[in-house]
């Protein structure tokens, strides 16, 4: 996994891919090559060059407003940036929305559970019979991500559900699908303490099955158990590396943007 320095995060972002022969077997990513994004004359994100390779983790981690959600956006294809581009395997795909993204291998659980209601677990996590999927596979990810089978695959999804109950089936949703790159927007928020013990299943199981997980978080805990990380503030990409090392850094500068003041 680590035989070339810029396997994890490197500035590299390859468009080309007859050009760039020689990185053919490790073009599998996603980039985000110097994006920005404003709305009503305010610059929410500036310059951000970030690279997701296939089958690695990583965190996107910054303080609240720091632009992170808006970056899980982008990613997904639910906001168009107003500058730079995104691509996925040396292709753009800056212009595709959330379908054609979703087509493509890219799925995301938002910060907000979801609110699908009158349907019951089993058919959520189906997709209505769509996926064929056997009831002990809905078993597995069901007690992996800490519910009780017996207890949840048959109830419906309504308002009895906790937040943080809506959050663990979405999780598990996602497993069942195995996408190739998995966006997680704070799925520690609203779980109880157990979050980082579920947060080392979920990277294990998603190492497992080859997805690239790309976690959104503003806990420095959580950040720390993917392989690389991005440190976002106030709309800047401030440091990246493996996720050890930014991690040090956000606790250092208390996950302060130092970098804010005076800077161009
Ligand atoms: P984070 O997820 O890191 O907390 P967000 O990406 O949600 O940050 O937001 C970054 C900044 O952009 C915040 O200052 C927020 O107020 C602003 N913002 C987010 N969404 C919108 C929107 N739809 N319209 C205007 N401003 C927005
Ligand atoms: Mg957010």
Known sequence: MFLFPTVGFGQFCPENLKTY??????IKMLCLRNVGYSKDGRTILRSINMTFREGMSYSI?????????TIARILMGELTPTEGQVLLDGKEVTGLGVTERTRRGISMTWQEPARYEGIRVREYLTLGGKLKIGEDEIRDVLELIGLSYEFYAGRFIDKSLSGGERKRIELASLLLLRPRYAILDE??????ITAGELIEKLLARFRKTGTTVILITHHEE?????????FVCAGRLVKKGFSREVVDYYRKTCGRCLFVEGSP
């Open 61 to 69: 981690l910054g303080p609240n407003g720091a632009g992170k959600s």
């Open 187 to 192: 799925p520690d928020s609203g779980l109880d």
């Open 222 to 230: 959580i950040a720390e158990k993917t392989d690389f990380a991005y």
């Open 21 to 26: 022969s020689y990185e053919n077997f490790l």
